[in-house]
C-alpha cells in the first residue's frame, strides 16, 4: 500500500488550496479512506470520510462547510478542496485507509508522507 500527498504549500487566510493523494499497491475502489491533519505540538485530528462509492460520509466540525472530500476511483486518486483556509489550518495533512476514531483521536493502518499546508498572511 502506498498514499502520496501532494498540493500543500503557503496560503493567505481565506485562500483555497486542493490536496492530492495518489494511491497505489490496493484496488482503491474497494476502500473508504480519510483524511487526517496534524498541527504543530498537537494529535491527530480526524477531518473526512469518503466511502468506496464517492459518497462523502462526515465532515469534523472544524472543517464542514470549507472543505470538500471527493475521489476518482479510475485514477486511484483522492482529493481534499480547502476553501476559506484559516491559521488554524495549518497543519501536515494526510490520506489514510483503515482508519478508526476513537477517544477523541484516529487510529490507522496506512497513512501517506503527509503534504504540509501553511496558513499565514
Known amino acids: 500500500v502506498q498514499l502520496v500527498e501532494s498540493g500543500g504549500g503557503l496560503e493567505q487566510p481565506g485562500g483555497s488550496l486542493r490536496l492530492t493523494c495518489v494511491a497505489s499497491?490496493?484496488?482503491?475502489?474497494?476502500?473508504?479512506m480519510s483524511w487526517v491533519r496534524q498541527a504543530p505540538g498537537k494529535g491527530f485530528e480526524w477531518l473526512s470520510d469518503?466511502?468506496?462509492?464517492?459518497?462523502?460520509?462526515d465532515y469534523a466540525d472544524s472543517v464542514r462547510g470549507r472543505f470538500t472530500v471527493s475521489r476518482d476511483n479510475g485514477k486511484s486518486t483522492l482529493y481534499l478542496q480547502m476553501n476559506s483556509l484559516k491559521p488554524d489550518d495549518t497543519a501536515r495533512y494526510y490520506c489514510?485507509?483503515?482508519?478508526?476514531?476513537?477517544?477523541?483521536?484516529?487510529?490507522?493502518?496506512?497513512w501517506g508522507q503527509g503534504t504540509q499546508v501553511t496558513v499565514s498572511s
Open positions: 469518503i466511502k468506496h462509492t464517492g459518497e462523502a460520509s
Open positions: 489514510a485507509r483503515n482508519c478508526v476514531r476513537r477517544d477523541g483521536t484516529v487510529l490507522c493502518t496506512y
Open positions: 499497491g490496493f484496488v482503491f475502489e474497494f476502500y473508504d
